[in-house]
């Protein structure tokens, strides 16, 4: 029999025991202790476990949970609470919590657009001391805080990214690094200056090389690859080539023995469906002069060459003569057909290749279609029994618009487009229009260091479009606010004349610019344009003018008169004002004026200027769409590379041809300036 003290001491030696596990079952909120904070770790969990934590937590890692707290924050888009928590952490944060803080801040400023001050914090991060997981996001931040475009900066991002990537990441990270260096300019390619031991990036620049030097001849290029496979076995790319690399290896080449060309040949657009046949056909025959060089520089000459004034087509709107000049793509049918493409530049590329040398006779096979006769569908069905291997047309935006809706297996190189081109594998779109054109000034006036411009436009819906399409790409530059003040009649101007032009106007109601998405701690936030705040006041630093030669000899003398010394803005004009026919006095009372226009009309094709010329008797606007059939026919004669081969590029008598990713032709034009009566290139 045990002794009661035997008894007693035991009872006493396990009684706290028991004590212990009675309280800890009683209360679960006091069970065994979360484990510590990892900062540098992936936070998964919400946002409310990670401030219930904080709150429960002693001053020695209340930071770690508070840290998670705000990446949660952000992932979740609760950008105001992120930012509360922020600014709540301590101050004398060291280490770890401090690299930690920094990434956080640089996250948050891009989430909230602020990308210069996240550039300069992530320039204060040393990603020596990141862990993988902060790395990646590091890396994120920096390809987000240069917007996309490219440059040496996003490159090197990509680049360092890639090892901690696996999967579809890394396949994806493969193809925006060879995305970025497509968008490398010959400006930025000159200025690269890169370190010794960037052997990756070395390699990335020598591939973009290849591909530059053997784009034109597929075989030329799969030997070119293979070859810098060989030099460059460690290469992510060696390995795993991006993917529009890869259809560039197995491009196939479109036939172009039998083509249809479909065009309005009867009404209205039939004078410009003769332009654009005959330049067309004249470069199958190879009498169209030679292609035009890369970058052409213009000759100090008068303008145009004859005194004699251009027959031009009346706008459909308005009544005035040249007062609209394009085939406008949001114009109905019949407006589009009441007017002639003028001139056209889209979204900045790259200086263009020098195409191939024309072909001094092609036996292909032109037929015409009469688009003004029969549906679209049935003359495509039509072209297809009759043996047409490819379409170039139709002209009219109503019956481009019908292609979408219209099955067809043929490659079709249509001569408009769409208000939203949709990406179809058999389809291209080569437009020229007014909205076009003032994208491209918006482009060029912003490379000049313009932040304050004013459109003078016409009146009407033609006006209304121009400033639209000029404000919307400004925005996407990363502009402001753009104003616009309608301009009348020459007699209207006249009457005007006295109390000259103000240089104010009201906001151009544009819409909101599509933005690129980017990914920023696992959260998916709209790119912004930029980081430089919407302009809403100040002084006017540039003028976009919209206007016909006559309106042009009142309007810039009129500003001139109101305006003088170093408070004058710099004066930019559509190529609608330049004409045949401009004398010595115009070109003087123009001097400083920037404007743009064709290659052909801008010097670089002297040849192809004086056949153009000759057959239509100075009318620049036939003109203009004679060049348009001489790039019309070029573009076909590339339609596979076009769709297949990214960033391929043409000079044209239209321009420097480019085509987006969903084979939208984009064209670049020079610009020239009046200086001393004479017309040079502008600076």
Same mark, same amino acid.
């Given at each position: 029999m045990l002794s009661s003290k035997f008894v007693r001491t035991k009872a006493g030696r396990f009684m706290p025991v028991i004590v212990a596990t009675l309280l800890l079952a009683g209360c679960p909120g006091q069970a065994p202790q979360t484990p510590p904070a990892n900062i540098q770790d992936e936070a998964s969990a919400s946002s409310d476990y990670y401030l219930q934590q904080m709150q429960q937590s002693s001053d020695d890692n209340k930071a770690d949970w508070q840290l998670l707290a705000i990446r949660a924050l952000l992932r979740e888009g609760k950008l105001p609470q992120a930012n509360q928590q922020l600014s709540a952490l301590p101050q004398n944060l060291s280490g770890e919590r401090q690299t930690e803080r920094q990434l956080l801040s640089a996250e948050l400023q891009i989430a909230g657009k602020n990308l210069s001050a996240a550039r300069n914090t992530l320039?204060?991060?040393?990603?020596?001391?990141?862990?993988?997981?902060?790395?990646?996001?590091? =890396?994120?931040? +920096?390809?987000? /805080?240069? +917007? #996309?475009?490219?440059?040496?900066?996003?490159? @090197? /991002? =990509?680049?360092?990214?890639?090892?901690?990537?696996?999967?579809?990441?890394?396949?994806?990270?493969?193809?925006?690094?060879? *995305?970025?260096?497509?968008?490398?300019?010959?400006?930025?390619?000159?200025?690269?200056?890169?370190?010794?031991? &960037?052997?990756?990036?070395?390699?990335?620049?020598?591939?973009?090389?290849?591909? +530059?030097?053997? @784009?034109?001849?597929?075989?030329?290029? *799969?030997? #070119?690859?293979?070859?810098?496979?060989?030099? =460059?076995?460690?290469?992510?790319?060696?390995?795993?080539?991006?993917? +529009?690399?890869?259809?560039a290896l197995n491009l196939t080449q479109a036939s172009t023995s039998n083509i249809a060309l479909l065009l309005p040949m009867n009404g209205q657009a039939k004078v410009f469906a003769d332009a654009i046949q005959q330049g067309f056909e004249a470069a199958k025959n190879g009498t169209a002069g030679a292609p035009a060089p890369a970058q052409p520089q213009p000759q100090a000459q008068p303008a145009g060459g004859s005194a004699e004034q251009p027959v031009t087509a009346p706008d459909a709107q308005s009544g005035d003569l040249n007062a609209n000049g394009a085939v406008s793509t949001s114009a109905p049918a019949e407006e589009a057909a009441a007017a002639a493409p003028i001139s056209a530049a889209q979204p900045s590329a790259p200086a263009a290749t020098p195409a191939p040398a024309q072909p001094q006779m092609s036996n292909a096979q032109i037929k015409v279609y009469d688009t003004s006769s029969q549906p679209l569908s049935a003359l495509l069905t039509q072209a297809q029994q009759d043996g047409a291997t490819l379409v170039v047309g139709p002209l009219l935006k109503n019956n481009v618009d019908q292609l979408a809706s219209t099955s067809t297996s043929l490659n079709v190189l249509a001569l408009n487009q769409p208000e939203t081109p949709q990406d179809s594998p058999n389809v291209c779109y080569f437009a020229l229009s007014p909205e076009d054109e003032a994208r491209d000034a918006a482009r060029h006036i912003w490379t000049q260091q313009k932040r304050q411009p004013l459109l003078l436009v016409p009146h009407g819906s033609f006006g209304s479009r121009v400033a639209k399409a000029f404000a919307e790409e400004w925005q996407k530059q990363g502009g402001g606010t753009v104003l616009q003040q309608n301009i009348g009649s020459v007699n209207e101007l006249r009457q005007s004349v006295r109390s000259g032009i103000r240089l104010s106007g009201t906001p151009v109601a544009a819409s909101a610019p599509a933005q690129q998405s980017v990914t920023v701690a696992g959260l998916t936030i709209p790119a912004p344009p930029s980081d430089i705040p919407a302009a809403t006041g100040g002084r006017v630093d540039a003028?976009?003018?919209?206007?016909? @030669?006559?309106?042009?000899?009142?309007?810039?003398?009129?500003?001139?008169?109101?305006?003088?010394? @170093?408070?004058?803005?710099?004066?930019?004009?559509?190529?609608?004002?330049?004409?045949?026919?401009? #004398?010595?006095?115009?070109?003087?009372?123009? &001097? #400083?004026l920037q404007f743009s226009d064709i290659p052909m009309l801008a010097g670089a094709n002297p040849q192809l200027m004086r056949q153009a010329a000759a057959k239509f008797r100075n009318d620049y606007s036939l003109m203009r769409l004679y060049a348009m059939g001489v790039d019309a026919w070029q573009l076909a004669n590339h339609f596979s590379e076009m769709r297949q081969l990214p960033g391929f590029q043409l000079s044209g008598a239209t321009g420097a041809l480019t085509a987006s990713s969903n084979c939208v032709i984009n064209r670049k034009l020079p610009w020239l300036q009046y200086r001393q009566g004479q017309i040079v290139p502008a600076s």
């Open positions: 320039n204060g991060i040393d990603n020596n001391t990141l862990s993988p997981n902060q790395r990646v996001r590091f =890396y994120q931040a +920096q390809i987000a /805080a240069n +917007q #996309g475009k490219a440059s040496l900066p996003l490159i @090197r /991002a =990509y680049i360092a990214q890639e090892p901690l990537l696996n999967d579809k990441a890394h396949l994806d990270n493969l193809d925006q690094t060879w *995305k970025t260096l497509l968008g490398l300019t010959p400006q930025d390619m000159n200025s690269l200056v890169i370190n010794a031991d &960037e052997n990756v990036l070395q390699g990335w620049l020598d591939l973009l090389r290849v591909y +530059q030097e053997n @784009r034109q001849d597929p075989e030329m290029l *799969k030997a #070119g690859i293979k070859d810098w496979q060989n030099r =460059y076995p460690q290469n992510p790319a060696a390995k795993s080539l991006p993917t +529009q690399l890869n259809q003028v976009y003018i919209v206007a016909n @030669r006559s309106q042009l000899t009142l309007i810039k003398p009129m500003i001139d008169m109101n305006i003088s010394g @170093r408070g004058k803005p710099t004066l930019y004009a559509s190529s609608r004002s330049y004409q045949a026919g401009s #004398g010595p006095d115009f070109r003087l009372e123009m &001097e #400083g």
